[in-house]
């Protein structure tokens, strides 16, 4: 806290950050537009607020608002902003100094953005100390503390070492030490782990509700994902076209939602139980409006299926749900009400049991060689792709699920000894030896479909390349059939004209999936195809993901580290970990378990919306390097339930049926598995020793 | 969701509102472009440089017909005078009148640099495109000739060139086109590079495109920026190589009206005072190389938004 503040007031305070009727302008080309409007909460000590909604919805204006770094075409337009009783607007270039270096502190999503390159991590973190007024040395001890109390078992390697050298978890350990080494009044964390595995993210929020309670710090947590909002906070508001739509408790806010975009939001969100045919997902139709472009009445009425007159013409007032409860809807109590915009339950296509499979793969295996090491990104691994069936494949990033996907499609031309074949016919290995055939039966959608569509062609182009490249197809027929495409992609002829950067990621997504469609393929990759985009766009895409299916017989393998896609898509999943199968089965065992105990930490890092947070295992440290794989079982560094008689270290488990249809390597018998699945998780680990105050007052 | 940094909720990030907002979709392909031009037109820098350069093109084209003077023809009456009403730049040593001179000797240089520049981009974009894609020993091998042949000042390997083959105006082109396709493949390769990190390449090869539909076709619209730029950028330089080889001696031959020509040919005059015989001359040069650098310099800062 600041030493500048009068004791009495640090005692006496109880909420940290008070935001009252903030409205934020942007000035854009001469013309102001209101980002961020009538937005008031307020934060106590030790309390996590939540401020979840869609990209554009003014989550990230607001936080900048607060820190006064808004960029110079920004300001703050009405309301005040006040941090442990001390008005933000009436401080000056001196003050605001101080209060960014003692009082408040920002983590931001990309931590290899955040630290400086060229300066070595124990010099930025022990920075923070030396501001404080402490001596090099001390600081630089104090650092080193600081990184124990983040859980780094080896502080002074990290502190020795160059932001590079470090994996996104570490640094973004680093950074929240960094953030905390001033005893922030208040920590504002804006997407902490949006670019971390789900492990990693695990580890990370484990850190921060103790640490929240050592300093007294009150967190403000931004982030798109309900899941972990559920996980983190106590109170949250969720906001759209910077409006706070809703506020409240979180448990209650995400139970019971009392506003149509709430209800909506939630809705879109694939939970346990839901699936493609049955429980789909619902969508909100329509678009974000652009700041400032509802003039008159709520801003959501365009999208909202309970929207009357009077929500066009009256903008709601914050109606009182409850205690400490409330919501910007003229109809709150109609709002978990909302009709549905898509059927609960459709009729879908069911995989051909039995049958030749589609495609095949032996002993797929790819060593990539950097700097005179040997890399085993992918080691035998076998495959069958069954008619219209689904294929999930998960795992952690390095684990080498798109290198099996890019071997597949011949963009990575694995090891010798791999094999492919096409509905029985040998597959060559490369994209450039294949026939048109052959290249027809298998594309992709990729993960982002900024990147996948060149930015100088036309939705036009795009889509008739393929047509004349893929199906072969005529000028005329091609004409024809584009036009089928688009529209079976749910978009309109309007968009044929228009380049990609004029489109939306959904519909930009729409148009990539509609150009892998065009060839009529027997296979379709969809590497991430929904993690870039907003989660209303994605209930939509993964919905048409499995309307097209149906439609056209596809088989899918689906790649995400997002578990409740894979849940909702997948038929059969495939769990990879350092290039190798650990577990395979149907969605339904994979995900009831008994579970592998990789893919058991999996589903355990994994924030949920369903009820309170499940026992969790935790992994410790991350994936190791495919260059230094681990001897043994090479799960066995980091499994929580591996043997003591040391099997583990010293001998790889095979791929093993441990029931029907359900293949696991694992030295551990299945039962014994189940019964421990059944118990719960193993120790946790033990709290680190702390010293109170670290800040010289 | 939102995966980009903070600033992308920042209106003004994003020139059409929100990506997929209704709005946006009534926007017509051209208008980026069309924007881009309204831009450039709105720059001070590049109105300045496109008024000078659009002087001295006026020159080469109807010098001829509005020079106060003859260039070529000498007045023995009144040669080396200064400046006058008459003669406004003065005359040189054979009398001649330098206004005259300077104006109808923006002719052959305008001619030589813009089309051995547009020569060395043709090439230069080709080596680089293919240098950038193909890769591998392809790209190993024709980097280090071009950083052979770069080792070499452009003025050195065109002087040995014109005194092998002798000199015109073809040999001229083509001699400053091709040392200039080496620069230019190597911002095209590095342009290249950054593109085929694009998942849109991998699309294109599962498509079954051949290298050079990938290269015309996909990548060359994606790197037409630096590209453009690049060619702005060697255009000043051109004008200034062409002028140094024929101050050598090795350009335009007397008593064709050229800036060199005539700088070279009047220098030992400046310490006798004669000052006017080298100045208007070589500020032609400067002018004209300023310009072109200014509109270069624009196109930069515009593509750069």
Known sequence: MSSQAPPATAATTATALVVDRLHVTYKVRATDRLAVRDVSFSIGREQTFGLVGESGCGKSTTALAITRYLPSNGRISGGSISVNGQDLASMGPDALRRLRARTISMVYQEPARALNPSIRVGRQVAEVYELAGLKKAEALERAEEMLRVVQIADPGRILRAYPHQLSGGMLQRVIIAMALASEPSLLILDEPTTALDATVEAEVLDLLAPLRERFHTAVLFISHNLGLIARMCDRVAVMYAGEMVEQGPAREILDNPRHPYTVGLLRCVPRAGQRKDHGRLDTIPGFLPGPGDVQAGCVFAARCALATRRCTEEAPPLYQVSAGRTSRCHYYEQAPNVPRTTPQDVKLATPVEGGEPVVSVWGASKTFHARGERLHALVGVDLELGRGETLGLVGESGSGKTTLARVLLGLTVPDQGSRIELEGSPLPMACTARDRKQLQALQIVFQNPGSALNRRHTVRHIITRSLKKLAGLSRQESERRLVEVVHSVRMEERHLALHPYQLSGGLKQRVAIARAFAGAPRVLVCDEPTSALDVSVQAAILNLLADLQSQEHVSYIVISHDLGVVRYLADRIVVLYLGRVMEEGSAETVFTGPHHPYTEALLSAVPSLDGPPRERIRLKGEIPSAARVPTGCVFHTRCPRRLSSGICESEEPPLAEVEPGHMMRCHIPVDQLRRLQAKGPGPSPSPVPWRSSIMPN | ?305
Not at chain 2, 40 to 63: D, P, Q
Not at chain 2, 146 to 164: G, H, N, Q, Y
Not at chain 2, 251 to 276: F, K, M, R, S
């Open chain 2, 1 to 305: 969701m939102s995966v980009g940094p903070a600033v992308e909720e920042i209106p003004e990030a994003s020139p059409l509102g929100r990506g997929g907002a209704a709005g946006a979709l009534d926007v017509s392909a051209g208008r980026i472009r069309r924007e881009h031009l309204h831009q450039l037109v709105r720059t001070k820098t590049f109105l300045a440089g496109a008024l000078i350069l659009a002087w001295w093109v006026m020159c080469a084209i109807f010098g001829q017909t509005f020079a106060p003077f003859k260039a070529t023809s000498p007045n023995l009456l009144s040669f080396n005078s200064a400046p006058s009403a008459a003669h406004w730049f003065g005359t040189d040593a054979l009398g001649r009148d330098v206004l005259s001179r300077v104006v109808v000797g923006a002719r052959d240089i305008l001619k030589i640099a813009p089309l051995a520049t547009l020569l060395g981009t043709l090439v230069g974009t080709t080596i680089g495109l293919a240098q950038g894609y193909i890769g591998g020993i392809f790209d190993l091998v024709v980097g280090r000739v071009v950083d052979a042949a770069l080792a070499l000042p452009t003025v050195i390997v065109a002087f040995l060139f014109v005194v092998a083959v002798g000199t015109s105006t073809l040999t001229l082109v083509l001699v400053i086109g091709l040392v200039f396709g080496l620069i230019i493949a190597r911002t095209v390769r590095a342009a290249v590079l950054q593109e085929r990190e694009l998942d849109y390449l991998d699309a294109a090869r599962l498509r079954g495109e051949t290298t050079v539909h990938v290269m015309f076709v996909e990548i060359l619209p994606n790197v037409m920026g630096p590209v453009l730029v690049e060619f702005t950028v060697r255009l000043g330089y051109a004008v200034f190589t062409i002028a140094t080889l024929s101050f050598l001696g090795f350009g335009v031959q007397p008593p064709t009206p050229d800036w060199g020509a005539d700088i070279a040919a009047n220098y030992q005059y400046l310490a006798a005072g004669y000052w006017w015989e080298t100045l208007f001359p070589a500020l032609a040069i400067a002018s004209l190389v300023i310009a072109v650098n200014l509109i270069g310099d624009s196109i930069e800062a515009v593509l750069a938004q």
